[in-house]
């Protein structure tokens, strides 16, 4: 072992890269091998940073999907009240369309909006551009759009009515 600009690299890094010949691949490989080995060798109390130094952009949030399960079966009723209770401000932007639950925002939400959703049940509809619940009821997709055949309401306007 001999360290080369500060890290040390093993014979057989440098057995491996011989073998693969000359050039810039046997070059990465040397680098990535070496790469993995500090990362190892780091103490068992410091963890690897994320790559993303602004906060929780990277960090993933843990859904509980026995709850999500549970909450895909919920009536129109049931999910409505369950966002009034838990959650009001996505109760302010649901829109009732049939009997399935939209909620549609003008940008992309943060990763614990779209992890609570999707905890209550809710999916992403990429054709709609939009977050839907079917409240227990499962279709097929529409060429049409749904807002034309069923009847939509707000329910945030029907309880300030």
Known sequence: MHFAHGIAVS???????????????????????????????????????????????????????????????????????LLYYQTPRLWELCQVVGKWVWIEFDEQPPRHITATLSELGFHWNRKRQLWQHPCGLSSTGSRRDPRDKYQTYFPADMKAA
């Open 11 to 81: 014979q057989t890094d440098e057995a491996s890269s011989k073998r693969q010949g000359d050039g810039q691949r046997s070059q990465k490989k040397a680098m990535k091998t070496t790469h993995l080995r500090i990362e190892a060798s780091a103490p068992a109390n410091v963890r690897p940073s994320s790559g993303s130094k602004t906060g929780n952009s990277g960090q993933r949030h843990r859904i509980d999907f026995r709850r999500r399960f549970y909450n895909r079966g919920l009536s129109t009723a049931g999910l409505l009240d």
